[in-house]
C-alpha cells in the first residue's frame, strides 16, 4: 500500500512566523504535490514537483515556496505565515503524470 | 483554464437506494479519470479510475465514461450511510501545462437511514 506521511495533523502559528509542513511518501513515486482545501473553493494546486530538486508553481503559489531534497520528501514552506493562510494542507504523490494520485492524512493548519 | 464541474449538492438518497453522480470536463483529449472519496476532516482517498469509454464496476460502484460527451459519472448501488462523503472527480488535462490531474470541487452525498 502506498503511504504518504505528513509531519502535523494539527498546527497553531502566529502571523509572521515561518512555517515547514513536510510529506514523505514510500513507495519511490516521481510526483509530488502540495495543495490547499478551503470550503467552498475545493483542491488548489500550490506547487509540485516532477524530479529531486525540481519545482514548479501550480495555480496558488504566492506566499508559499518548496524543497525537494530527497526524492521521498517534499516540503512546503510559508515564509512568512499569514491568517488568509488558515487552511487544510494535503500532499499527495504519484507514481506519473496522470496517474493517479495518493493523498495524505492532511495538516490542519491554524494561523492566529 | 481547464475546467471539472460538478453539482455540489447535497445529494440526499434513502438507505438502499442507487446515488448517481455526475461530472463534466473541459479539455477533450483529458484520457485519465478518477473518483475520489473524502470524509469530513479527512483526506480524499481513491475509489475508482477509468480510462475507456463505457463502463467499470468494483463492488457496489461503477464508473461510467462518455469521451464524446467528456462526461463521467460514478454510480453507488444498495447505497449505506457511510457512503455519506464528498465526493471529487479528477480528470487529467494533456493540455494544461504543469497540472497533472484536475480536481472538481466534489458533490456532497448524504444516505439516510
Known amino acids: 500500500d502506498v503511504k504518504v506521511t505528513q509531519s502535523s495533523r494539527y498546527l497553531v502559528k502566529r502571523t509572521g512566523e515561518k512555517v515547514f509542513l513536510e510529506c514523505v511518501q514510500d513507495?519511490?513515486?516521481?510526483?509530488m504535490f502540495w495543495y490547499r482545501q478551503d470550503p467552498g473553493l475545493g483542491l488548489r494546486l500550490i506547487y509540485f514537483s516532477y524530479d529531486v530538486k525540481m519545482k514548479e508553481k501550480g495555480d496558488i503559489p504566492e506566499g508559499y515556496s518548496v524543497s525537494r531534497e530527497k526524492k521521498e520528501r517534499f516540503s512546503l514552506i510559508l515564509e512568512s505565515a499569514s491568517t488568509n493562510q488558515t487552511s487544510m494542507y494535503l500532499c499527495?504523490?504519484?507514481?506519473?503524470?496522470?496517474?493517479?494520485?495518493?493523498f495524505g492524512p492532511g495538516t490542519r493548519l491554524l494561523v492566529l | 483554464q481547464k475546467e471539472v464541474e460538478q453539482n455540489s449538492g447535497p445529494l440526499s438518497v434513502p438507505e438502499g437506494a442507487i446515488a448517481s453522480l455526475n461530472c463534466t470536463y473541459s479539455d477533450r483529449v483529458s484520457q485519465s479519470f478518477f473518483w475520489y472519496r473524502q470524509y469530513s476532516g479527512k483526506s480524499p482517498e481513491l475509489i475508482m479510475s477509468i480510462y475507456s469509454n463505457g463502463d467499470k464496476e468494483d463492488g457496489r460502484f461503477t464508473a461510467q465514461l462518455n469521451k464524446a460527451s467528456q462526461y463521467v459519472s460514478l454510480l453507488i448501488r444498495d447505497s449505506q450511510p457511510s457512503d455519506s462523503a464528498t465526493y471529487l472527480c479528477?480528470?487529467?488535462?494533456?493540455?494544461?501545462?504543469?497540472?497533472?490531474?484536475?480536481f472538481g470541487k466534489g458533490t456532497t452525498l448524504s444516505v439516510s437511514s
Open positions: 499527495a504523490s504519484s507514481p506519473g503524470t496522470a496517474e493517479t494520485q495518493y
Open positions: 479528477a480528470v487529467n488535462s494533456p493540455n494544461q501545462a504543469g497540472t497533472a490531474l484536475i
Open positions: 513507495m519511490d513515486h516521481e510526483n
